[in-house]
Structures are given as C-alpha cells and as structure tokens.
C-alpha cells in the first residue's frame, strides 16, 4: 500500500513549509523555495497599437534602456527563474523596486499580497496545476506594473500566457489599444482562469474515489481521501487569498487603474469567487468521502457476519445432533430403532429448513 | 447496484464545472453550455394599458424597430436560446449592452449576478428544477431592462412564465398598468417561487430515505446520501448569490426602480430568506442521514451478533459434553451406567435453560 | 417501529413547506396553509383607564364604526381566523392596511416579519407548542397597531392571551393606562414566554432519550433522535428571526413606541436571546446524542462479542480433545490406560482455569 | 450505572430552565428560582479612608438612613437572599431602581446584563461553582452602584468577597481611597478570578476522562462524556455574555468610571477573554473525548475478534480432522496403519504450527 | 501504554491554568509561573551607529543611570528572569511604568497584549518551542519601549535573538542606524519567524502519525491524536492574539512608529497570518486523522471477519458430516459400503471446492 502513496510523505510537505531562517534579515533578498537549475532569463514584448517588438534574453542595462528610451512602447518585462536574487535585486533597484517586494518576489512560499505604492502596483498570486506525475505545483507569480512597463516574476516558463502572448502579436481583442493596466488584468485572468482547470481535475479525482468506494470499499483507502483533503486545503490557501485582493483591486483608487479596466477587474472578481465557491462545495464532499467509505466498510461487515452467522447457527446444532449419537452410552434406545438414522436424518432436514425460513423472515438474505 | 445510480457518475459534474477555454479573451462573447439544437427564437410582447401586440418570431431588425419607434408600448423581448452567440451579439451591439453583460449572458455557468448602469440593469440568475428524469437542471436566466423594454434571456423554452403571459394578456393585477420595472419584478418573483416546488422536490427525498433507513437501513445506500449532498450543495450554490443580490436590489436607489415596487422586491427577499433558511435545513438533516445510516447498520449487526452469540453459546458446551461422551476409552464408568444417557440430556436440558435464563436476564431476547 | 413513529412522515413536511401556487398574483390576498373548518371570529375590546366594553363576534362595519367613533378608547380588535380572506381583505381595505401586509398575514407559512409603514406597524411571528398528541405546532400570528387600535389575527383560537384580557379586565399593572404600544409589547411578550414552556417540552424530550440511551441503546432508535434534530431545527427557523425583528424594534425610532415602553422592549430582547441560546444548546445537545446512541451500541457489541469469544475460546479447544479420543484408530495407547478418562478431564479442567485465568488478567469479566 | 449518574436527570435540568409563569406582568418582580429557607440579611459596610463602620443586618430604613445623612462615606450594602421579593422592592423603591431591575435581580434565570442609567449602573452576572457533591451551581449575582453607594445582591452567602473585605478592612491596596466604581470592579474582578477555579476543575474532570479512556475505555462511559459536554456548555451559556458586557464597560463613556478605573477594567476584559477562550478549548477537546472512546472501543473489540479468529482457525480445522476418524465406516484404511494414530497427530501439529506462522507474518499477535 | 505518554497527565495542564490566586489585589505584582532558580540578569546593549557598548549583569541603578545619561545611545535592556517581582516593580517604578503593565509581565500565562501608552509602547507575546524532551513550551515574553531604550523581559535565556545581536555588532542591515522601534520590530520578528520552526515540528508530527496509521493503526493510539490536537489548540490559543495584535500595530497611529518601520510591520503581519493559516490547516488534518485511525481499524477488524468466517464457512459443515457417520446407528447403511469412506472425502472436497469458489466470487480474498 505504502508504493502506491509515496507522495503523503514527502511532496505535500512542500505546501506547507517556509524554509526557517534563523538569521533572515529584514529586506535583505533571499530566494526561498526548491532549488532549480534552469538559468534566468529575461524576455521583453514592447508594443503599442502600430507595432510589436521583442527582445528576447535580454540583459538587465538593455531592459532599463528600453523602459527609459522607449515610451511609446508599453513594455512587458517577463522576468523567469526568481531564484538568481543578484539579478532580481539588480533590476530591482535600478527600476526602484522597494526591498521588500523584491524579498516577496524572492520568497516563493509568500502568500497571495496585493502592495499599491504611489507610482506603481505590485500583485503575487500563485498558479497552481497538476504536473504529469500528478502532483500539485504552486508556482509563485509576481506581478509589477506602473504607467509604462509590466514585469512578471516566474519561477519557471509557462505556457500559461502563451495565449496572451498571441493576442498581442495578432492584434486580437483590445489589448494592443489599452494601457499596462489592461495586460496586467488579462495576466491574472490568465491565471485564474487556469484555476478552472484545476477544479476540473479535483473534480474527476473525487469522483474517481467516489466510484471506487461505491463499488468496494477495499479499492480505495483512507490515505487517499486524506490525500485529497490536504490537497483541497492546500489549493484552498493558495487561491483564498486571491479573491480578497482581487476585491481590494476592485474598490480600490489607485490612478492606474483605468476606469474602462474596472469593469474587467468587476468580471474577474466574479471567475475567483466561482472559483472559491467551488473549492468550498469540493471540501465539504470531500469530508463526506470518509464517512462514505466508513459506511461501505460497515455494509461489508454486515455481509460477512451474516454469512458466518447463517453457516454457524445452522450446522452448530446439527453438529450437536450427530454428536449425541456418536455417545458411547451402553443404552441408547434410539440407536436400536430400525429407521433411527433416518428419522434423525429427518430432524436434522426439518430443523435446518426451519431455520431457513427464519432468516428468510429476518430478511438475512 | 451501480445501475441504479449512474446519475453520480455524470450529469452531476456539469454542475461544477465551467468549460475551460484556454484562449477566451475578455469580452469576446463566448457561448458555455451544453450543445443544443433548438433554434433561437425571439418573441416580443408590446402592451400597456390597453392593449397587447404579440410578435413571435421576430428578426433583430424588428425588434429594434419596435423598441425605437413604439414608445407608448413597453416590451417584453424573450430571446430563447443563448447558444447563438451571433444573433446574440448582434441584439446586444443595437441595443448598446456592456459586451461583458453578454458575455455573462452567453456563460451558462455564470454565477447570479447584478450590474446596474446607468441607463440599464442586468441581472442574472438560475432556474432550477428536476427533468422528467429526475436529473437536476439548472437554466441560466438573463434579464435586461431599462425604461421601454425588458429582455428575458433563457437557454431554451420554459412554462415558467405562463403564468405572467396570461397576466399581462388578462389584465389580471397591476401588471398591464406598471412600468418596466414591475415586470422585471414579476419574472425575477416566478423563478423564485418555482424555487417551492424544488424545495418540495427535496423534502420529498430526504422523507423517502428516511423512511427506508428506519425500516432498512440495506434498502438505502451511502451513494444515496451522497448524491443528495451533491444535489442540496449545487442548489445552494445556485440559490445563495441570489439572496444577496436581491437585498442589493431592495436597498438600490437606482432610478429604474419605482418607490412601489420596492414593497415588492421587499417581499420578494423574504421569500428568497425563506427558500435559503429552508436549504440550510435540509443541507443539516442530510448530513445527519449518514448518521442515521451507521446508526441503523449497526443496530443491524447487534442483532445479527446476538443470534451467532446465542447459538453458539447454547450448542458449543452441548457439542462438547456430546463429544466426552464419544471417546472410546477402555474405561469410562459414566457409559455403563443404564440410565446414564437420560441422565446427559437431563443435564444438557439444564445447562441450555440456564443459558436462556441468562441471555433472557441480558435483555438479549 | 414504524407504528411508533408515524410523524416523522407527514405532520414534519409541514414545517418545511409553502404551497406551491403556479399563479400566484403579487398582493392578491391568498390563504396559503391547512384547512380549517373553524368560524372567523372578530371580538372588541375597548378599555380606557376608566372602562372596559366587549363586542365579541363584530361584523367588521361595527368594527370600523367603534374604531372612528370611540376616540377615548383603545381597540384591541382580535381577528380569529385568518383563512376568510374576503373578510380579511375588506377590514384591510377598510382600514387603510397595506394588501402585501395583508398577504403576509394570510399566508401562514410567512416567516417573522416586522414592517413599520409610516402611520402603523405590523408584526408577524409564530406561536409554537405541542398538541395534546405531541405534534409541534406552529401558528402564524400577525399584528398590526396604530395610535388607537391593535389588531391581532390568529390562525385560531388560544389561550395564550387570556392572561392579558384579565389584566385588562382587572387592570392589573400598567396596562389600563399606557397606550397600544404597551399592549402590542404584551402580547408579543405572551408569545415569548410561552416559547419556554416549548423549551422545557424540548428538555424533558432530551433528557428522557439521554435516560433511555445510557440504560438501554435498544430502547432508543436513530429515528427518534432525527426527529428531535428535525423538530428543534423547525423551532429554531421559526424563532430566530423573531430575534432579530426585536432588535429591530428596540433600535426603532417609530413615533408609535413611547419612551418608557422601550425598557420593556429590550427586556423583551433579552428573553429571547435566552431563548435562542438555549435553543441553540440543546441543538448541541442532540447532535450528541447521536454519538452517545452509537457509543452505546458499541459497548453492548462489544459486551456480545466477548461472551461469545469467550465460550468459543473455553469449549472449542475442550471439543477437540474430546475429538481425539473419539478417533478409532486400532492402536491409540492412552485408551487403554485405566485411568486416561480421568487424565483427560484433568487435562480439559486444567486448560479451562488457564484460559478463565487469562481472560480475567485482560479483565474480560 | 444509573447510580453513579443521578444528576444527568435531575440537577442540569435547572441550568436549562427558567420557570414558566403563565401570567407574569412584566415589571411586577417575582422571585424565579429555587425555594430557599435562609433569611434575607442586609449588611452594609461604611468606609472612606480614615473609617470603616460596619452594619451588619441592617434594616431597610437604616440603610436609607445610612446612604442619606453619611455622604462622607462610601456604603457598600450586601443584600443577601433576593429571595424576599417583599424586601428588594421596598429597597428598590426607596433608592429610586427602577422595577425591570428589581425583576432582573429577582430573576435568577436572568442572563448576564449591562443597564446604564443616567445616574446609577446595573450590572449582574453568575457565580459559579462546584459544590461540595460536585454540582455545578449557578448563582445569580447582581450588582447597582452610584456615586455613594454600591448594592451587591446575591441568592446566598459567600465567601468569594471575604478578600475584598479585609482590603477594605485592612486598608490593603488602593480600595479604600478609590470611589464606589473601583469597588464595582473590584468586586466583578472577584467573580471573575473566581472562574479560574472553575476552569481548573473543568481541566481536572477532562483528564480524568482522557486517562480513563485511554486506560480502558469500559470505565468511561458516554453519559460521563455527555455530562461533561453539558457543563462546559452550561458554563459557556453564563461566562459568555459577561465577555460582551465587560467589553461594553470598557468602552462606555458614562461619567461614573473614573478614568483611572478603566485600566483596570480593560485589565478585567483581558481576564475573560482568557476565561472564555479555555472554555472553547475544553469544548473542542471533550468534543473530541467521544472519538477517543469510539477509538478505545474499536480497538477492544478488534482484540476480542482477533482471540476468536485465531482460537477458531486453529481449532476447527483440528477438530474436523478429528471427527474424520472417528467415522464409523467398515472400511477406512488409515485406522488400520499402526503408527496412524500419531500421524494424524503430527498432521495436526503442523497445521497449528503454519496458522500460527500465517498469523505471526500477518501481525495479529 | 500510559508510561509513554505520561505527558497528558501533567505538562499539558500547565498551558491552560493560570495559578488561582484568591487574595490577588488588582495592580499588585505576583509572579504567576512554576518556580525557576535562575538568577534574575539584566544585560544591556547600548548602540548608535558609531559604537556598541556591552554592559552585562548590570544593577537597576546601573540601567536607570545609562538610560538618562547616555541619550546619544539606544539601549536594549535585556531583563532575564520575570520571576524576581522585587527587582521587576523597582526598574518599572524607576522608569514610571505603569504597575498593570509590570503584573501582565510577571503572570506568564497572560495572554498576548498590546498596549499603547502616551510615551511608551508595552507589547506581549510568547516564544514557542519543542524542548529536548519534545514537551510544547511556552515562554512569556515581554517588550517596553520609548524613543531612546527598549526592555525585553524574559522568562529565561534563550538563543531566538542571537541573530539580532550579531546584526548590531556586526553592523548588519539597518538596525543601527534606525530608531527603537526597528529593534522592537525586529524583536517581534524573530519570535514569529521561530513560529516556523514550531509548524515544521508539529507537520512533522502529524505526517509521523499519518504514515503509522497508514501502515498499521495499531503503532497508532487514539491518545497519541488527541496530544496532537491538544498541542495544535495550545499553540492557537498562544498565537492567534498575536495576529490580531500586529494587525493593530500596522494600523496605529502612535508615533514612536516610524513611517518607514510600518512597512515592515506589514510584512510581519504577512508572516503571522502565514502562521495562523497553517495552524487551522494542521488542525483541520489532524481532526481528519481521527477518522482516519477509525477506517484503518475497521479495514483490520474486516479482515479478521474475513479469515473466521472463511474458515468457519467451510470447515464447520465438514464437521457436520464427519459427526454424521460417527453415530453408532445400528443400521446405517452408507457405512458398509466399501468406497463409503471416500465418497464422503470426495463429498467433502467437493463442498469446500464449492465454498471456495463462492467467497472467489464474492471477492473476498
């Protein structure tokens, strides 16, 4: 049992653990997650509504050139692999980034945080997906956008914004007219619009497991919806948050959010709280999935005891029966009588039809 | 037993799942369901206080010319059939609708919803019943009104509504001399109390398993419960925003809303409260059947126990004595005794009547 | 069992459901409840401090007459039978009373209700007891006061407020003097406390399943444990929103409330705030009778269990070594030992005190 | 067992419960409680800083002598047995309390209270206790104070205030130089501290149960845990509201807490916070007590199943073979083999010795 | 069992227990904690960013002598042993602090407190910990500070602030150059960043349980869950006021913050919601594991029903039929026909064949 859940022991730790650092300084910026070998890589859309330009691994003085150069382009800065803190607190400092977003952006066990500061907005959230050996990935995802440029922070590529990606380069839609605020909102719906997929697979997993103890209990396990519980809690973590700040950026002020954009923001506000509701009905199903299998194991029991009981309160007499008759007693009329066999051959016949009749009644079977 | 729950196998999933479009673009107005074949249709009914046109079937263009050049009538436009995203959007455009209204509107797993405008007010919500199959189906339902006309969007045709045909054809009530905004009342007050009838629907389950657990707790099945979880958790799901948003309507001071129809959506969120509170209670004594459930299996295997106890407790010491007796040891004085064998079933008379005595002292019988 | 629990299947669906009415017209007046064979009654009193005059069995245009025409008296006009809802409609009409105040008051599945129109006051909640066969009942009880009247409607005749019309007869306390305000507090006051002769119903309904659960689980039955979860949950729908109506009222700034009557009010806030938690204790309570119910059954399976392990485990072995020497082998030397008979009940004897020695040391008995 | 657990019927009845009076007139005060044969006592303790002057039985004249004509004094007057319905509302009357806080005070089913007056403040609360044969008792305790004087009323005598009467006695502390309100704190403070003891016992009784259970779950039983859950929740219902109303102390601004007192009384709200917040833990902990028991049982009665099924799949094989040759047919070569006899015996060895290696590899024993 | 789990017995009850103290006169400092014999030290730090003076075990004189006269330093006055009162109330008195603030200091069990005074800030929490001996800990922790000197009063030693030490001697990060209230964050800082230490201890506990329940529920005990549970309410009970605390310093206006500081307060309250999100999470796992713990024993306890009833179900009948023909008949015909013997062997084999293939069939090995 322990091969086919291998995965209770070590991944799920990953979800709930911050590295502890005895000696973290405030503000100083130290990369908190897995290790990754991948190399950081920085890629730059520049477009306006005429043209798109990209610069893909770019260097860090060539992405401050094109912010400043260049404002007639909105700049895309796709910042992936956090892990190299030298290059993330370089472009940080040289854009103005505070420390302790660039601390947040570094920390990928941060928490979903929404940080509006005069000039610009800072957004973390997570994208949470089901990798090929099934289990669950929390990538940590930043977001940093002011009137001229948006930089996302990735631990890893993604093909999550290939889509937006295409929408840019095609001219779909109107994300090539509108203003940085725009991509940043079509950013994060990208992601939470990921989360349906997700549902989707909790979905298919508790049904699977439904199924499963429907049909026998012995085919499914308690590790396994405690498996699925953690999972949902964990998902659970991750996404509430998102929905509290995606309000926040609903009613909040902040000048770079154009009003037009707001009506979007009001939408996506709608898909999260979809989202959690969902999330919440899973968890509730998910806790009944143990008294389910509780139940199924209980009818099996019942089954078996019944069995046992018929088998033993039908043969234990006859038993005693023949017993009697094997006695050694000197005188025993009955074992003189001609017929005697048979009439207790009778008895017994009569006794377990009887009997018979009597579960039958009891409805046993 | 699998045969007779397909149901949480499938039609339950669509309840919690909203198709994932990997490139759905904000605004683009999409259509999410399930596939339909029923052609769109528009029928409008332009009345006031002394008279009633009818047009069935009608194209956009005559809508459009309706609602522009027949200002003394109000109208009522009933598109049904969502699904055509075309016609849809076309309406929409003419009509100046916010391209997320429609949207939302082509979305049949939107989440109820109310967005008022300035010169318009958009809400959504969801018909819910049970199909001649018992299936669970949730209709998504749109309306649009502004001064002149409302429009009612469904996804396919629905008695729902009868009622209110034939009051505005009658003249039965206010509803012929009220505005607009009466109407919309009207429609929003008759999905609510269909909301009754699949109360009723509910109260009418959880009685029949009930009644099958007290009487045997075998003629029910954990899946049972289990699905009626599912059920009561989905409409909840459906039911719940509409509460809140129609106590957003009661304290809305948009223009649209005349000061005496208020009274009504007044009335109208007592009956939402009331349908909610009920929900709350059924979602509490479900989640108790599985109690009940344990409860009586294992007051099944008590009683199953009890009878195994009894015989074996009975006929295993007779057995054995039976068993002394058959040895065939040279010498065992008891046998030759003449009335020795009398004297055995004497004791095993007294020895199966204490035992009675004693299960009878136990309260076992 | 059935036979003892005829309730759980109809008087309880009751509770939970309103009439379906497919054609329901908003503000058409509509008895919506059970039938009734019962004479709507309408009886008088007016008292001042000087004088009290009974006009029992009114027709409503004496009503209306005593009402403009006895200024100097206060009206305490009690409506029995609210099923005539022409009687009704015309004595709302009448007196100016608002048709969906009316409705609320002729459908007596309507959930508490407080509405403070401008001139006059309504409030509706529920009057609560058991029958003389133990069925909850709950009455929808309306009342609607101005300066110079109160009207009561009551599904039927009670005796709940025979106390106030001797006091008023009497003019015992305050009442006499004070104006409809104080009157309209003491009969919700007589509702109120009348919910802690239910409570004290409830208790002695607990306490007897808790008795018969720790003697005997078998005297008990799941059933009757869901019945009571069902009957304090119907109580709770109809008594918590009286809760909040109260604070309502306690908070209001109606010209119609005098002053001093407020200290009465929120007395009156505070006994059922004490109703509600207890109800909410003993909900507590019964959720954990449940526990308590199963706990039971497990003990006395465990109890079962142990007899039988222990007889199976004393005489199977004894049985198997009377066995043995039953076997007819030619040559088995321990028959012919003389005294072997002897060495085999030694042997049987010893093996029974060994086992009786190990069951006591896991203190089995 | 019904022995040891008279007081589930009897005694916690009371905490439940407030006698039902079917004409009781609101502000007439009548005694709700137990029947008591102590006599109603009033003594009044007089002190400023240089003097204390004590009057012990005081006549309800004297008091009012007392607080008139000594205004250089503080009087704090302890009326002991609210009982004397007769007696308090004399008093009441003739300090000008008004008759809802007589009727609170006589009420000792009242729920904790706050009433701010313009010139005096009421206050009552709930002592609470084990006594001596492990009853819980709750005794209402209600306090008025002015500027110049402080009535404490209580149901009995007490010894939870002896501390505060040598404070005052011995001059200890600020008591004697502050006004009535730092008496007012001073003697809520007592009430309070008091519940730790209470805790204490609660934490006490809760260990018991856990080490029993874990010991050996047949020396609990559910009523014991039943009973527990009762008085934490009975506990609960009493201290809950005080939390509230000490809460509403704190921010009140009514000119009779002098500032300084404040302090302490936010010092009092941190008490009580503290106080409730171990009541919620031990309720999750004796909530969570039932699953332990459930879990203890279990594990017995797979113990018990296991000697069973180990007994009975040794032996009923052996036995079998046994009866196999004890057939009595003419022909079974076996008997006839001369060493056939000890065979059977090393066959039946070997039987024992692999069901004991299979259940050894299963870990049954 | 009990000798390895001694510790719910006693170290648990310290953590919900404050010392009852019947004579306790409010403001009066008493030390309410288990007695310790370590000396009671005072170590201050004075910095600038210039120089750090050392000025270990210095007197109360030394302390107040250092604060008045060295303003171009911060002093950190570590005060290591809360237990001597004497030494306590003088340096409170010395640098006017308030006597209800030195109390909350000595009473180790207070609660979490945060208390903003005109010129000076008190703020308590408590460090949490595994001891070597895996007993839960927790140390009452205590911060004062004022524009030019903060104290840390402690319970005992403790290496949580090393690290701060080192940053202030080796002039690591901002501290000091930034006011007191940086060393104030900082300080509040490091405790929470322990909390993380305390989460990975306790997800290691629970994932030892998970994976021994899994295995085998018998290396598991009910007690060893409801230890968990008790432990996770403790720490809950020590951190979430914290929470609500840091939360009420983020939004404080007092302004011995700087501006600058509250960012990072902001980020420390990031950081404890982390912790207080992880803390219902475990708790949610752990009350899962119960149900958990009860599935594992029902999947043992059906195997063992398997493994009787299976043998029983065959062997029992086999019995019955040897004991058939080892009846001493005088006529019973099948025992003289001479392939008798083996008819009933192939009889026999037949019916086991027959058994077997049922219980293949029924899947039940």
Same mark, same amino acid.
């Given at each position: 049992?322990?091969?086919? !859940? ?11 653990k911050r590295k502890p650092i005895?000696?973290q ?5 130290t990369?908190v997650g897995?290790?990754? #070998?991948? *190399? @950081? ?36 800065? $796709? ?13 940080? #400092?040289?854009? $103005? ?10 920390n990928?066990k ?6 509006? =500061? ?15 050996? &099934? ?9 940093? =956008?002011?009137? %001229? ?59 699977? !497991? ?11 396990? @308690? ?21 509290? !700040? ?13 009003? %037009? ?5 009001? *939408?996506?506000? &709608?898909?999260? !709280?979809?989202?959690?509701? $969902? ?16 139940? #199924? ?11 046992? @009981? ?8 006859? @038993? ?18 001609? #017929? ?26």
């Amino acid at each position: 049992m322990r091969k086919t !859940l291998p995965s209770l022991k070590h991944p799920k730790r990953l979800s709930f653990k911050r590295k502890p650092i005895q000696n973290q300084i405030p503000g100083k910026i130290t990369y908190v997650g897995e290790g990754t #070998s991948e *190399d @950081t890589v920085i890629n730059v859309i520049s477009y306006n509504e005429e043209k798109v330009i990209y610069n893909n691994n770019c260097s860090i003085e060539k992405v401050l050139d094109l912010v400043t150069h260049e404002p007639q382009f909105k700049h895309w800065i $796709n910042f992936i692999g956090v892990h190299d803190v030298e290059k993330l607190s370089k472009l940080g #400092s040289l854009l $103005n980034i505070h420390p302790l977003v660039l601390e947040d952006i570094a920390n990928t066990k941060q928490r979903p945080k929404l940080d509006e =500061f005069e000039d610009y907005v800072f957004f973390a959230l997570k994208m949470i997906y089901h990798n090929e050996t &099934d289990l669950l990935i929390k990538n940590h995802f930043g977001l940093v =956008f002011n009137k %001229s440029y948006i930089i996302s922070f990735q631990q890893s590529h993604d093909i999550i914004f290939n889509s937006i990606r295409e929408r840019i380069h095609n001219k779909v839609g109107r994300i090539r007219i509108r203003n940085t605020d725009y991509l940043f909102y079509a950013l994060i719906d990208a992601v939470v619009d990921n989360y349906y997929n997700l549902l989707e697979t909790i979905e298919e997993k508790i049904q699977d !497991l439904e199924e499963r103890i429907i049909e026998d209990a012995s085919k499914a396990s @308690t590790s396994e919806i405690q498996l699925l519980k953690r999972e949902i809690l964990s998902i659970r973590k991750a996404v509430f948050p998102a929905k509290e !700040l995606i309000n926040k950026l609903q009613i909040s002020k902040h000048p770079l959010y154009d009003k %037009s954009t707001k009506a979007y923001i009001a *939408d996506l506000y &709608d898909h999260i !709280l979809q989202v959690t509701e $969902n999330i919440d009905i899973y968890r509730e199903i998910v806790w009944g999935l143990m008294d389910m299998y509780m139940g #199924s194991l209980s009818i099996k029991m019942n089954e078996v005891m019944k069995v046992l @009981t018929i088998m033993s309160t039908i043969f234990i007499p006859l @038993t005693f029966l023949a017993g009697i008759y094997g006695m050694n007693f000197d005188y025993m009329p009955e074992l003189n009588i001609k #017929s005697g066999y048979f009439i207790v051959w009778g008895i017994m016949i009569l006794m377990t039809a009887l009997l018979i009749f009597y579960f039958r009644k009891k409805k046993w079977f």
